[in-house]
């Protein structure tokens, strides 16, 4: 063991008339362990909850859209076939969206229409978020009592929000009347359309915002209670990696070309992933903060420790030792110092995270955050970054120290002991 080491070490151990430094050495220890463990915990969070967000989107949105700049798609059989066929893409289906308003008596909200076919579940996977009823009836439709009598009729299907049912008071195989702003011809001039609907199934998202404003209707339906006569709003597509969907969209946009218009997942919802990595680092830099007041601890620590070995330092140089040698015993005393409370920190954090993994200690406002709890994500890489910073600070913090040590003059020591 080279000797700048083994004094390093012999330092970290207290002596009676230096207790004081080491309580110091300790607290600075305990406040580099804190600020490791937080920002580890912090960006588990953060990446779990950003992940679980993106999962939902993911699971209940296509990764890719196609739309015409037109507004509708007309030959939408053939655009979906070429969409289909595009390399890396797994599944394809037209789709309608549009706003209607849903009433029953007295009970009138506004909410989001999509219209979907048969191909749809291939992309959007709907059938795992149903809490109630089956995707199949969707196409089927129901009979229910006729308004005002007990004589059933045939409607058809219509799936709701959880929280959109909430609000109408509907359960599944009740109607619910829709009515759409675009008009129809009528004798008395242009009315809205309005039809009524069978609830066959209700879907829980998880994310409130999708809950209580979108329902699904059969295509041929929206079809019709939009009047698109034939036409779709969109295509919609699901790819193999969805993290490679920027690419397909991009290859896509080359094919198809004009009218046609190319999004992907992560261009549609770029606000919003935007303002979580930007979270991230803000919380990332801020939480560092702490890890620094720590080693502003240890700047004090290693400071007060020459001062009070300016003999033992006096001694080895006389007998030896180096300017160098003498700086390397408290950048290593320094460096053990932010290596224990590092591993510590580092340890502490991956423990908490398995807790709050495991038990829910924390519920959050599902309406607010889009989920009922936190989120924790863990990766090594997101460690090994935040124990290099942590040492780095180490380091830097233990530069003044040994400078000061290394250039304390021997002889002007010694004349006075």
């Not at 070995?309 to 006096?314: E, F, L, N, S």
């Not at 989120?375 to 120290?401: D, G, Q």
Request: glycine share 8%.
């Amino acid at each position: 063991m080279r000797y700048e080491l083994l004094i390093g070490l012999r330092y970290l151990r207290a002596q009676r008339k230096e207790a004081f430094i080491s309580t110091i050495t300790i607290i600075s220890t305990l406040g580099l362990i804190i600020g490791v463990m937080t920002l580890n915990i912090v960006l588990a969070v953060f990446t779990g909850f950003e992940e679980d967000l993106r999962e939902r989107i993911l699971g209940f949105n296509p990764q890719i859209v196609v739309h015409n700049l037109s507004g509708r798609i007309v030959d939408y059989a053939a655009v979906t076939q070429r969409v289909a066929a595009a390399p890396d893409v797994v599944a394809a289906a037209p789709f309608i969206y549009g706003q209607v308003m849903l009433s029953v008596q007295q009970n009138v909200i506004g909410a989001a229409v999509r219209g979907v076919g048969p191909d749809s579940e291939k992309v959007i996977t709907l059938q795992r978020l149903l809490k109630e009823g089956s995707l199949d009836r969707l196409a089927q439709g129901a009979s229910v009592p006729a308004e005002g009598g007990t004589q059933a009729v045939p409607l058809p299907g219509l799936i709701l929000g959880k929280d959109v049912a909430r609000q109408l008071g509907v359960h599944v195989g009740e109607a619910v009347n829709v009515v759409s702003p675009s008009a129809a011809p009528s004798a008395v001039g242009m009315l809205p359309r309005m039809q009524r609907f069978a609830v066959v199934a209700l879907f829980d998202s998880g994310m409130a915002e999708y809950d209580a404003s979108l329902v699904y209707m059969d295509l041929h339906e929206a079809q019709k209670l939009f009047g698109f006569d034939g036409a779709v709003t969109g295509i919609e597509a699901r790819v193999v990696d969805p993290f490679a969907a920027k690419q397909v969209a991009e290859r896509l946009r080359v094919t198809l070309g004009f009218p046609y218009r190319v999004r992907d997942w992560m261009d549609i919802n770029y606000n919003l992933f935007a303002a979580l990595r930007v979270g991230k680092t803000v919380y990332f830099i801020v939480l560092l903060l702490i890890v620094l007041v720590a080693t502003f601890n240890i700047v004090s620590t290693l400071i007060m420790v020459v001062m009070e070995k300016r003999k033992d330092i006096a001694i080895l140089k006389s007998m030896g030792a180096t300017r160098a040698g003498v700086g390397r015993i408290f950048v290593l005393k320094g460096m053990i110092i932010g290596g224990i409370g590092t591993v510590v920190g580092n340890v502490g954090g991956y423990l908490v995270c398995l807790l709050l993994g495991h038990y829910r200690f924390i519920e959050l406002p599902k309406d607010v955050y889009a989920i009922d709890t936190l989120k924790v994500k863990m990766y090594p890489e997101y460690f090994l970054a935040v124990s290099v910073a942590s040492l780095l600070l180490c380091l830097l913090a233990t530069v003044y120290p040994a400078r000061q040590a290394a250039r304390l003059p021997p002889v002007d020591v010694i004349r006075y002991e």
